[in-house]
């Protein structure tokens, strides 16, 4: 998303996600433990990356290549 992976990682008994990874650049950036529904760690993980973008350089930079690999495709 917009130049961030975001990975899920999910509990295989309770089927519940247990972690939020960010990855910039394919190195882990951040890593967040959530407890909620899978619906509910997608909507924080796009929150997360939105906010992020706006305040952390490198996550803007992340977002700046994938604009640029978009443009360059058509």
Do not use: H
């Not at 509990?11 to 939020?20: A, E, H, I």
């Not at 509910?40 to 803007?60: G, T, Y």
């Amino acid at each position: 998303m917009r130049g961030v992976r975001i990975r899920i990682l999910v509990d295989p008994t309770t089927g519940k996600p247990t972690t939020l990874n960010f990855y910039v650049g394919g190195i882990l950036s951040d890593s967040v433990p959530v407890t909620c529904d899978l619906q509910r760690a997608k909507c924080i993980a796009e929150k997360v990356v939105n906010v992020q973008i706006s305040k952390d350089p490198l996550w803007a930079q992340a977002e700046q290549r994938w604009q640029r690999g978009l443009f360059l495709k058509r």
